[in-house]
């Protein structure tokens, strides 16, 4: 005796994604994953160790991964009758350099100036300056600046991992006016007679002199002086000149 009973069963559509992306990865870097759209899907994003920086519930996301090691994406797309697949994706987050470059921000004009960053082995280092001249170290984690033209000028260096993975990073550097100095009066002059030097006038800016062999009369801390040589030879008259920022030059004349 046997009885026999049958019933229909509707199969739902069920997502079966896949993502789309990289499977290494540099850190602080944005990447974007994605799985196909299709309409009327939901989607839900998970990531670790890396923060979502757009594009949740859509089907593609710009992610940062910022620690080194495994990072995992995950994505759960449901359908409209609420069948839903979970997917995972590893992406191994390999070391990246963030350089912070130390160093003067302001630098007065036609000066040198060091700056550094830090590295890990096996790192390199290029450098650009604007309104500079690098004089040394270029390829180096330390550089030696000359700063030329005043106004506004910049430093940047590209630090590079040996994987290849990499960061550049700009500083603004405030480029100040620095007295240039041009020292007037005779080079030649008679024993124990009174001669004046001087250099150009420049409002706020001031100036300190010094004299061997001889004895400064009048007009220190101007840009005049009246000097007295006293004794045969050579003498030699210095000025350093300093701007209102303390930017200065020195001078000397034999």
Same mark, same amino acid.
């Given at each position: 005796c046997d009885s026999?009973?049958?019933?229909?069963?509707?199969?739902?559509?069920?997502?079966?994604?896949?993502?789309?992306?990289?499977?290494?990865?540099?850190?602080?870097?944005?990447?974007?994953?994605?799985?196909?759209?299709?309409?009327?899907?939901?989607?839900?994003?998970?990531?670790?160790?890396?923060?979502?920086?757009?594009?949740?519930?859509?089907?593609?996301?710009?992610?940062?991964?910022?620690?080194?090691?495994?990072?995992?994406? +995950?994505? !759960? &797309? /449901? =359908?409209?009758? *609420?069948?839903? #697949?979970?997917?995972?994706?590893?992406?191994?987050?390999? @070391? $990246? %350099?963030?350089?912070?470059?130390?160093?003067?921000?302001?630098?007065?004009?036609?000066?040198?100036?060091?700056?550094?960053?830090?590295?890990?082995?096996?790192?390199?280092?290029?450098?650009?300056?604007?309104?500079?001249?690098?004089?040394?170290?270029?390829?180096?984690?330390?550089?030696?600046?000359?700063?030329?033209?005043?106004?506004?000028?910049?430093? +940047?260096? !590209? &630090? /590079? =991992?040996?994987? *290849?993975?990499? #960061?550049?990073?700009?500083?603004?550097?405030?480029?100040? @006016? $620095? %007295?240039?100095?041009?020292?007037?009066?005779?080079?030649?002059?008679?024993h124990n007679k009174i001669y004046t030097?001087?250099?150009?006038?420049?409002?706020?800016?001031?100036?300190?002199?010094?004299?061997?062999?001889?004895?400064?009369?009048?007009?220190?801390?101007?840009?005049?002086?009246?000097?007295?040589?006293?004794?045969?030879?050579?003498?030699?008259?210095?000025? !350093? &000149? /300093? =701007?209102?920022? *303390?930017?200065? #030059?020195?001078?000397?004349?034999?």
């Open positions: 026999t009973l049958s019933a229909s069963i509707t199969i739902l559509y069920t997502p079966a994604p896949i993502i789309n992306g990289v499977d290494t990865a540099c850190q602080y870097k944005i990447y974007t994953y994605s799985i196909t759209n299709i309409a009327g899907d939901s989607y839900n994003w998970s990531v670790t160790n890396g923060t979502i920086i757009a594009g949740q519930g859509t089907n593609s996301i710009d992610v940062m991964l910022d620690t080194v090691g495994n990072s995992v994406i +995950t994505i !759960t &797309q /449901t =359908s409209p009758l *609420g069948c839903d #697949s979970t997917i995972t994706d590893t992406v191994t987050v390999i @070391y $990246t %350099p963030a350089p912070v470059i130390s160093g003067n921000d302001s630098a007065c004009r036609f000066n040198v100036y060091t700056y550094n960053v830090i590295g890990m082995p096996g790192d390199t280092f290029s450098w650009t300056a604007v309104n500079g001249v690098i004089l040394s170290g270029q390829g180096t984690d330390t550089v030696h600046v000359f700063w030329n033209t005043l106004g506004l000028g910049s430093l +940047t260096v !590209t &630090q /590079t =991992s040996a994987l *290849g993975c990499d #960061s550049t990073l700009t500083l603004p550097v405030q480029i100040l @006016y $620095t %007295p240039i100095p041009v020292l007037t009066g005779p080079d030649t002059v008679c030097f001087s250099v150009p006038a420049i409002g706020g800016d001031g100036y300190n002199w010094s004299v061997t062999n001889g004895v400064i009369l009048s007009g220190q801390s101007t840009n005049s002086i009246t000097v007295v040589m006293d004794t045969v030879g050579s003498a030699v008259i210095s000025v !350093t &000149q /300093t =701007s209102p920022l *303390g930017c200065d #030059s020195t001078l000397t004349d034999t």
